[in-house]
């Protein structure tokens, strides 16, 4: 394996994606960093790999984790020289969650975002009231609990049908 | 260095820090886990979009400072913060309505911020004003669920609305600093975010039932200076807890 990633200082840019996609998210290990939507891009500058991610929430703790995460999975791939660019424009959004991440969220026991995030974005206005469905029995008779839960990009709610608070993960 | 830009940014990172550390105080002290979780979420939205802010300042500056030295080794006349972030936590309804007035604020600036001339400014505010949205809308939820509550709720919510009132006059003042920044087309000229500010800090402070005092009565000179370095006495406290370990034991690292 060793001399195999040793061949290969500068792979290819899909092999560092699928490399990525097995980067997780330290605070939900279900969800990748790809699934996420934090990678924005992957490419190469002369023989240095770039990867420019975006952070969630401004002061997430977990970003620094991230980076280190990404710095070690892809030297293991026998990425040679590597740089980790931060972007912030556009801002993250939940609507970059994949399909596949959002399933990976309810399995966890954490209910995906509801409808989309943009257009949420103002003084006055509210998300709808839509009903958030239960991870665990799908019933979409849910209250509000918390607006925050054990992280920032998290709020806390309980199902009437079944009695179990969960975790909502926030359209932002 | 670009000194108008400078002290623009600073006044933003320091206003966030300031606030984010007065949030943080509550941690373990909120009148329910749900309060103290949202307290300290806000707290760390907040240290999050002040360390951006603070590498941009750093980054103009350039005379070496990180993040930490501006946060970590300034004295109180240095720091450019709004008078209203550094006022005493006092109880969970004068917190509530001092970050009330600021989320308001914050969010008509950073909207205003976002379409920046200048791409760091409008990237930074880009990013904050989603959270800010969020924390406009939390904060302005419990002045109305707390003024239009229990008669002592009320009385100390409007007690809280007539204490503090007058720190907010300073939030919409002009200087050399934003006239440079408005000409340049970086940021607005903040008297023209007053307009919107009393007409949504009105509109919910109506719903709460609570009155809203003259404006007229937070424009007095005594109630202004932070942002120029000329602070209340809260902050040299606030300074001397937050900065400690930085000045006690120069340069540690975890």
Same mark, same amino acid.
């Given at each position: 394996? /060793?001399?195999?990633?040793?061949?290969?200082?500068? %792979?290819? #840019?899909?092999? /560092?994606?699928?490399?990525?996609?097995?980067?997780?998210?330290?605070?939900?290990?279900?969800?990748?960093? #790809?699934?996420?939507?934090?990678?924005?891009?992957?490419?190469?500058?002369?023989?240095?790999? /770039? #990867?420019?991610?975006?952070?969630?929430?401004?002061?997430? %703790?977990?970003?620094? /984790?991230?980076?280190?995460?990404?710095?070690?999975?892809?030297?293991?791939?026998?990425?040679?020289?590597?740089?980790?660019?931060?972007?912030?424009?556009? *801002?993250?959004?939940?609507?970059?969650?994949?399909?596949?991440?959002?399933? *990976?969220?309810?399995?966890?026991?954490?209910? %995906?975002?509801?409808?989309?995030? *943009?257009?949420?974005?103002?003084?006055?206005?509210?998300?709808? *009231?839509?009903?958030?469905?239960?991870?665990?029995?799908?019933?979409?008779?849910?209250?509000?609990?918390?607006?925050?839960?054990?992280? %920032?990009?998290?709020?806390?709610?309980?199902?009437?049908?079944?009695?179990?608070?969960?975790?909502?993960?926030?359209?932002? | 260095?670009?000194?108008?830009?400078?002290?623009?940014?600073?006044?933003?990172?320091?206003?966030?820090?300031?606030?984010?550390?007065?949030?943080?105080?509550?941690?373990?002290?909120?009148?329910?886990?749900?309060?103290?979780?949202?307290?300290?979420?806000?707290?760390?939205?907040?240290?999050? $979009?002040?360390?951006?802010?603070? @590498?941009?300042?750093?980054?103009?500056?350039?005379?070496?400072?990180?993040?930490?030295?501006?946060?970590?080794?300034?004295?109180?006349?240095?720091?450019? +913060?709004?008078?209203?972030?550094?006022?005493? +936590?006092?109880?969970?309804?004068?917190?509530?309505?001092?970050?009330?007035?600021?989320?308001?604020?914050?969010?008509?600036?950073?909207?205003?911020?976002?379409?920046?001339?200048?791409?760091?400014? @409008?990237? !930074?505010?880009?990013?904050?004003?989603?959270?800010?949205?969020?924390?406009?809308?939390?904060?302005?939820? !419990?002045?109305?669920?707390?003024?239009?509550?229990?008669? &002592?709720?009320?009385?100390?919510?409007?007690?809280?609305?007539?204490? !503090?009132?007058?720190?907010?006059? &300073?939030?919409?003042?002009?200087?050399?600093?934003?006239?440079?920044?408005?000409?340049?087309?970086?940021?607005?000229?903040?008297? &023209?975010?007053?307009?919107?500010?009393?007409?949504?800090?009105?509109?919910?402070?109506?719903?709460?039932?609570?009155? @809203?005092?003259?404006?007229?009565?937070?424009?007095?000179? @005594?109630?202004?200076?932070?942002?120029?370095?000329?602070?209340?006495?809260?902050?040299?406290?606030?300074?001397?807890?937050?900065?400690?370990? $930085?000045?006690?034991?120069?340069?540690?690292?975890?």
């Amino acid at each position: 394996m /060793v001399a195999a990633a040793n061949l290969q200082d500068t %792979p290819a #840019v899909a092999s /560092v994606w699928q490399w990525l996609a097995q980067v997780s998210d330290p605070e939900i290990p279900v969800l990748s960093i #790809v699934d996420l939507g934090l990678v924005r891009a992957v490419g190469y500058e002369d023989q240095t790999c /770039v #990867v420019t991610i975006t952070p969630t929430y401004s002061g997430c %703790p977990a970003m620094l /984790v991230i980076e280190s995460d990404i710095r070690r999975a892809l030297r293991g791939h026998g990425v040679g020289r590597l740089r980790v660019d931060t972007r912030l424009s556009p *801002a993250w959004t939940t609507d970059w969650l994949t399909p596949a991440g959002r399933d *990976a969220l309810r399995r966890y026991g954490i209910a %995906p975002p509801e409808g989309n995030a *943009a257009g949420l974005c103002g003084l006055a206005r509210r998300a709808p *009231a839509a009903a958030v469905s239960c991870p665990r029995c799908g019933a979409r008779d849910t209250e509000a609990v918390s607006q925050f839960g054990s992280t %920032p990009c998290k709020a806390l709610h309980r199902c009437r049908a079944c009695g179990e608070p969960f975790d909502y993960f926030k359209p932002h | 260095m670009d000194r108008f830009l400078f002290e623009y940014v600073l006044r933003l990172a320091d206003s966030g820090l300031i606030l984010s550390q007065r949030l943080a105080q509550w941690c373990g002290h909120g009148p329910a886990l749900e309060e103290d979780l949202a307290l300290t979420n806000v707290s760390l939205d907040l240290l999050g $979009q002040a360390r951006m802010w603070y @590498a941009l300042a750093g980054a103009v500056e350039g005379a070496g400072r990180d993040e930490d030295a501006l946060a970590f080794l300034r004295d109180a006349a240095q720091f450019r +913060n709004y008078l209203l972030v550094e006022q005493d +936590n006092g109880h969970y309804g004068d917190t509530m309505v001092r970050q009330f007035f600021f989320d308001t604020w914050h969010y008509l600036l950073l909207e205003r911020l976002g379409g920046s001339g200048q791409k760091d400014i @409008a990237a !930074i505010a880009e990013k904050s004003l989603k959270e800010v949205a969020y924390h406009a809308r939390r904060s302005g939820d !419990i002045v109305v669920r707390l003024g239009d509550g229990t008669d &002592e709720s009320h009385a100390k919510m409007q007690a809280a609305v007539d204490a !503090i009132w007058r720190y907010t006059g &300073e939030l919409f003042v002009d200087d050399e600093v934003t006239a440079d920044m408005a000409s340049r087309r970086w940021a607005p000229m903040h008297d &023209e975010l007053r307009p919107a500010w009393l007409d949504h800090v009105a509109r919910v402070l109506a719903q709460a039932t609570l009155a @809203a005092p003259d404006s007229i009565q937070a424009d007095h000179p @005594a109630h202004r200076g932070g942002i120029v370095g000329r602070h209340t006495e809260a902050l040299g406290y606030l300074l001397a807890e937050m900065q400690y370990l $930085q000045r006690a034991y120069p340069g540690a690292s975890w």
